[in-house]
């Protein structure tokens, strides 16, 4: 099936366009102007949210849930148009974008599951003591509460899992918070097509039109209006480091700051201890290198750093990563602009001091090749520069002299979504004393497996220290990340007809 995009913006129930637009520049296929957004659409878009946001945020959990469910129909039911227009402007491979579109409707699933069971509400209840000495206690309840419209930053790298109706919306939503999304211009299409499957829901489920907008982008003006607004109560964004500390500043600047729960990426640091690279050190090498090369290494949870111990061992697992390596062929990444900073930054890494070259592949236009380089711990420790991501198949293999070494690697790390101890039984009490540091690091720590992957579920924390994200407390994946678009209200002697359906159900 086809799709033609109208280059619309959807606000309140309503397809705008607007006088300037915008050229798709896909990675296949056909063009298609969008329409721009500006900053006067988004006022009304926001306004509309604001003023959905009294009955929205009232409204049952079972029809919440149902509205989700809904969503997820709708998309379902675009399943092969939307398969279509995603690879034509992202160059993803169909198996992968029906994978995230799976995920997408899971994980709206999985929220309006979690709003039925209520744990989230952590409702508590502490009964007046009016005979307490010396001085009496009144009645207290706790709800959480939404906390008002939320605007969503569209992701590059996942079109439909981060983007228009993604993680970010579908639990803000669930959250009873109003939506304004800022489509992605690298899938303007994509995004257009999943807002008319929410609009589709929205009508059949009676909600009111102002609890979701799509404005697309091509213009920078409208992420700034959209984070300074101040009827805008969070910010939800997975990004580069650069665009998300900059749209992080807006919010702290604000008269009113508000949250910015910003995924900014990662690099994501094995650990590889003696045992299992001697005994596994070709399967190690192998998962490494697919791992690695996944999606063009296009993956905030892409492990592009290994860290073990020099010598015979290290040196045949270099070898077996370069053949992997060498055996994979050109992948077309999302964007343009993200190929050329993928050749930029190995580039910057080829250039350093103490840098070895492994792998030098040739990477032109828009598609990535993977390269590898090894340097020793005492260089990584003295260049900051070798712990800054580059997004793509770039590994680097940092060799360590001891475990003293490699403990010193981890407690130089800066923040992480995620750190790995591949280690065998004869490995744990080294590796217990990582433990402690890798917890302070990482928002998830994985033991013989590779990060790449991110499981929809209760237990799931997408997140870590900065820069890995902008709020440690908080994680982009999982039912947790409804936390971010509520707050705790306390109700002090408040009748039990004044106090919300949820505190007294």
Known sequence: MTFTPHGKHLIAGQWVSSEQQFQSSPAHGDAFFFSKGSTAQVHLAVIAAENAFEEYSSMSREKRAAFLHTIADEIDLRGDEITAIGRAETGLPEARLQGERGRTCGQLRLFAQHILEGDYLDRRHDKALPDRQPLPRAELRLLQRPIGPVAVF?????????????????????????????????HPGTGEIIAEAVHAAIQKCGIPAGVFSLIQGGNRDVGTALVEHPLIKAVGFTGSLMGGRALFDLCAARPDPIPFFGELGSVNPMFLFPSAVSNRGEALAAGWASSLTMGAGQFCTNPSVAILLAGPDADAFVSKTK???SAVLPQTMLTEGIADAYREGQKRIAG????????????????????????????????????????????????AENLDDMRKMANHLKGQLTCTLHL????????????????????????????????VCDSMVHGGPYPASTNFGATSVGTMAIRRFLRPVCYQDIPNTLLPTDLIS
């Open 323 to 325: 053949e992997a390596l």
């Open 154 to 186: 569209g992701a590059s790298n996942f079109p439909l899992a981060f983007s228009t109706a993604g993680g970010d919306t579908a639990s803000a939503l669930a959250a009873g918070c109003p939506v304004v999304v800022k489509g992605h211009s690298a």
């Open 424 to 455: 065998d039984d004869e490995d744990i009490e080294a590796a217990r004393t990582f433990m402690p540091i890798l917890e302070r690091k990482a928002g998830r720590i994985l033991a013989n497996a590779f990060p790449t992957g991110v499981e």
């Open 352 to 399: 350093l001091t103490g840098v070895q070259e492994v792998l030098a592949t040739h990477s032109e236009s828009r598609s990535a090749t993977p390269y590898l380089y090894t340097t020793t711990t005492a260089e990584w420790l003295a260049n900051e520069a070798l712990s800054e991501e580059v997004f793509g198949p770039l590994g680097i293999v940092v060799f």
